[in-house]
């Protein structure tokens, strides 16, 4: 148990990657662990597309495009961080291969909320084994995530959503652990019948 919490406390949000090629068995079993994911009724709803080169490079460009309009204006992101973010919507960092995760939309609000939910989970597993595969990650969810020309590019049909792109690669950054609000879980967790 001790090493799964050290593999989750290890994981970061990579946004720098080595120019290397990841290889097709360390990417396979990334997928592996992700398709372990938890899932209500055992339904594993989600689908997994594995790009690189041009679908990459496409699926960045279309963040980069709202991004050249949006970074700069956001209020909230100091000035002295845009352009280091503008250089980072331009290609994810130089990931080279982008995991996104998918789930079908049935039309039932419960279902598709169930859905996402386990995608997600699907989504921690995967940058979980990435870790303890000497992999970066990170979740990219937002604009790209809902554009339609992202679905495009990956040929999604109008039934499939994307729960997150996860661009993937040997990390060339070493980012400090952020700081967990309530690390103590004083304020967090709510105790009943103990």
Not at 41 to 62: H, R
Not at 67 to 79: F, G, L, Q
Request: charged fraction near 25%; aromatic fraction near 8%.
């Amino acid at each position: 148990m001790e090493e799964v919490l050290k593999v989750i406390k290890e994981r970061r949000s990579i946004r720098k990657y080595k120019d290397k090629d990841v290889a097709k068995n360390k990417i396979q079993k990334v997928l592996e662990g992700a398709n372990w994911a938890p899932s209500n009724g055992n339904s594993q709803p989600w689908d997994f597309i594995v790009a690189k080169g041009e679908y990459v490079d496409k699926v960045c460009n279309v963040f980069y495009e709202w991004a050249k309009s949006y970074i700069p204006n956001a209020p909230y992101i100091p000035e002295e961080k845009k352009p280091l973010m503008l250089e980072y919507a331009k290609n994810f960092g130089g990931a080279p291969v982008h995991i996104t995760v998918t789930y079908r939309s049935s039309g039932d609000e419960i279902k598709d909320e169930e859905a996402l939910m386990a995608a997600s989970a699907a989504i921690q597993n995967l940058t979980l084994v990435a870790t303890e595969e000497g992999l970066g990650t990170v979740w990219i969810a937002g604009h790209v995530a809902h554009a339609e020309k992202t679905k495009e590019i990956l040929g999604l049909d109008d039934n499939q959503k994307i729960a997150g792109i996860i661009p993937i690669g040997y990390p060339d950054i070493n980012p400090p652990a952020p700081p967990r609000e309530d690390p103590d879980l004083n304020k967090k967790v709510t105790w009943l019948g103990f």
